[in-house]
């Protein structure tokens, strides 16, 4: 057997992208320094910010801009809600077991890995045979592996000084808004169609849990449920402005055959040849599109799948994954379901709790679309989709927009010596004042500081150097292209937000400020 | 026995803020429809509001005006921290159980209750014979009571697929920021003083959960745990800034004398008395005023309560709780800890992980000013504290400033129809888009919407009426004063920007658009 040094062994993208993620705290595992808890991560000061950059992005484009109304709700829920939704019975992966090491695995996931076919959605009776057809033995000792059964996915608690009072940890957020469609549509006097929000935890226990923030046990989502009545399910507010927009789907007969790559096909043709259920999931599903572009994944890489039957709940009228090509193949990042009228008609009859709202054409309960898109894989896919390593310099970068950058901007005093530093933190105090999202580094060489702020992606460094104490000049420096030009001290704000929305280059810049000056 | 009607029974003004809460979609019961999970709530689209209005002015003020770090834990911990935190060993809170019916109470609190004493702190021993030789008996059906025992509030779950891989939901976000503290300085190149700040939800086990959003099993906390170099404490950045500002402190000495109303004394005389640990400690105690203040809570109903011995863990070097004149009495908002070394010290030895950071004086284990807000309880004591019935209105209304109300301001056409309410849609969109919080309503009388603007304590209405379209004026109604004035549509977003900043009111705005058109 030959030996590989480590040097020589190639180290994976995800292995990179959690190195640095590590490194420069954008994620890390929870109490690392006690070995950690397999599928928990803390976000550090970077990821923090690009969440709350990520969240505030869906909030201003998901909820505002359509007059949604969005709820926080406890993430500690009653065993009764999950009877009635049917997460008990039914929120369950099948578990294999081996005979010998005893380690668990995902029987459907065994499947997939060693005969490349997809395996979702069988019992465990179809999973033991297609095991003992093919003999697949454990991956860990080759050992052989005990009969498939279903594992329930939900956290549990007890809840109360007297045991037996049970609890679950959601394992989505939507159950809290159809638990209180009546407190919310009657306080918010709401009038069909209309949507509500909710960003927070969800908790699913995870039989391996691995690929660093793809597959956890602890996440976030960004949820809305959009109540609609029947008729307006194909003429939602505001589709036209979106109709023409081309969607990249992957339906169930491309899948049929082998397919991998989406049609491009506009929203508006995607509703009209029933590929899609309905113009309301169209007009969603082109929002997401948009959104992962302005985050910076690259829309090349992204599909919507019509999953499968078997990969679908029997009341679905249609669910549509988005999935983003990553290293680690196509990746669930966003789940779109049409869950009809299937949650709302469940919780009035186990609750006896009416559920209909007055509409134009009577006492109805309405029909749901459900955008659900996770925090953490969104995050994971702007990580791997900007990371950069090029020739023209030694250290990795990430390529990301303004939109999710932790920092707009970084400054730097050339010294620290001769009033420099105190230059520069002038200049850091107005930028944050601004509005914009600062860091300020004075140690080290120049060269090393612009390789720290490359590495987390700030687009642009501002210098302060001798000049600027005799010119009120500094320098911008573009993180792209390594290049720079000098501007006023005064015109820096408005320079950095005409940089920042992408209106200007620094060549254009430069240009600008030289007219301007003439 | 004399009998009382419904309506002749006074309603508590807690029970008067959770019926319009719930009515009005601030808070709710989780899962009401299936009789709710006691000490859990939901936040509805108003309360919703307000606690992102809450949390984006702390994280503004605490976190990015001192340049601190903000990180993001899992909720989900491993066993170990806590046995090196101590929590598995001592966070816990004194149990009886009554003989004849069960019921389960705190200890302390059964004497508090009925003895008026302070009971905080005392041992299962101490507390049976205050018990017993009080002969206190059970409230719900005056039986005797079991001994008293300790009860762990932590929330307890199991992760992974094999039995016995306990976790715990994390009873304070401190830990993940302890447990990563080697990550979060190296990775952020952090030197001391600096702050790392956590919003997120944590979790206790209360034997008696009660008074709506009070006393609750899950509930969110904005914290800080700020790290200091020991010499630091004294001379923290920025102290001058604050150094004249009178805090409301209530000191051991006044409690042992049975005083409730707490001294005025200014922030640097509380340090040089000795009153306040030390400096460090008096700034965020201010910070903390000052934000209470802004966000509506009377600066009277407030004092820092300096917990006596038995209220303070052993290695705390003084523990000073913000609490509010509540209609339930004074009550816990905030906490403020000196927890010194310890956190540091103790996941050192209990990880073989060092803890110390390179400082000017050597490698040092900074010491911890750990200022902890409640965000549900801050948003109840705002409630009570802008709850309003004042005869000049047929209704209840809240006298919320910009700073949290759900809304800056409602748009309302006065009628539907000729073209008033397409005329207040246009409104209500340039509103939004200058980033207003803004609501439209169209329907019932116009009183009837003023009424149910007011309720909810929306600042402003603009109302378009017959002369908008003829002349583009709109009226403005001020929530407070009812009155109202007309402004040309284009003043209105800088109009509102005056108004809600508290420039101007209704009447000084009149006077200056008048002297700007003469």
């Known amino acids: 057997m030959e030996e590989t040094s480590i040097s020589e062994k190639k180290q994976s993208l995800l292995d990179k992208i959690q190195d640095v993620s590590f490194r420069r705290g954008i994620a890390y595992p929870t109490g690392e320094i006690y070995g950690g808890l397999s599928g928990a991560f803390d976000y550090g000061p970077l990821g923090t910010l690009m969440r709350l950059k990520l969240i505030n992005f869906w909030r201003e484009y998901f909820v505002k801009d359509e007059n949604h109304f969005e709820v926080e709700g406890s993430l500690i829920i009653p065993e009764k809600v999950f009877e009635a939704s049917g997460h008990l019975a039914k929120f369950n992966d099948p578990l294999v077991q081996c005979k010998s090491c005893k380690s668990m695995f995902r029987a459907d996931k065994i ?4 005969l490349d076919q997809n395996a979702d959605g ?24 005990m009969n498939a059964r279903e594992f329930n996915l939900m956290l549990k608690t007890e809840v109360g000084s007297v045991s037996g009072n049970v609890a679950y940890l959601r394992p989505e957020t939507a159950q809290n808004i159809f638990t209180s469609f009546k407190r919310i549509s009657h306080s918010m006097r709401a009038k069909l169609p209309f949507g509500v ?43 036209e402005e979106l109709a023409d927009e081309l969607l990249p789907i ?13 049609i491009l096909i506009s929203a508006a043709d995607a509703v009209k040849k029933k590929i899609l259920p309905n113009a309301a999931m169209a007009y969603y599903l082109v929002k997401e599109k948009i959104l992962f572009e302005e985050v910076g994944v690259n829309p090349e890489l992204i599909r919507f799948r019509h999953m499968l039957p ?5 009341y679905s009228g249609g669910n549509f994954d988005l999935e983003v090509k990553l290293s680690i193949g196509w990746t669930e990042v966003v789940g779109n379901a049409f869950r009809q009228q299937h949650d709302l008609t469940s919780h009035e009859k186990a609750s006896k709790t009416k559920m209909g709202i007055q509409h134009t054409t009577g006492n109805v309960i309405p029909f749901v679309i ?8 969104t995050m994971y896919c702007v990580l791997e989709s900007c990371y950069r390593e090029t020739d023209d310099r030694d250290w990795t970068w990430f390529q990301f927009p303004s939109t999710i950058a932790p920092y707009d901007v970084q400054v730097c005093p050339l010294m620290k010596k001769d009033g420099l530093e105190e ?46 104490l005799q010119d009120d000049t500094v320098t911008i420096r573009d993180r792209d292209t390594m290049e720079q030009i000098r501007v006023p001290q005064e015109e820096l704000p408005d320079a950095m937000v005409l940089l920042l929305t992408g209106e200007y280059g620094l060549k254009e810049l430069e240009d600008l400020l030289k007219e301007s000056t003439e």
């Open 111 to 114: 499947i997939e890995d060693k």
């Open 122 to 145: 069988l019992s465990p009776e179809e999973l033991d045979k297609i095991i003992s057809k093919n003999k697949l033995k454990c991956p860990s000792c080759e050992g052989d592996f």
């Open 197 to 239: 929000a909710q960003v927070g935890k969800v908790y699913r226990n995870e039989i391996s849990p691995r690929q660093f923030i793809i597959r956890v046990r602890e996440f976030k989502q960004m949820e809305l449920e959009v109540f609609f009545a029947e008729e307006q399910l194909d003429d939602p507010p505001r589709f």
């Open 250 to 262: 992957l339906t169930r007969e491309q899948q049929a055959k082998g397919i991998e790559e989406p």
């Open 310 to 314: 078997k990969e679908t709940p029997h």
């Open 370 to 377: 459900e955008p659900s898109i996770g925090v953490g894989r």
């Open 423 to 468: 230059k520069a933190l002038e200049i850091f105090e107005e930028l944050k004042s601004e509005g914009f999202e600062t860091i300020f580094d004075s140690s080290g060489k120049i060269g090393k500081r612009y390789a720290r702020s490359d590495e987390i992606g700030t687009p642009y460094c501002v210098t302060i150097d001798y000049d600027t």
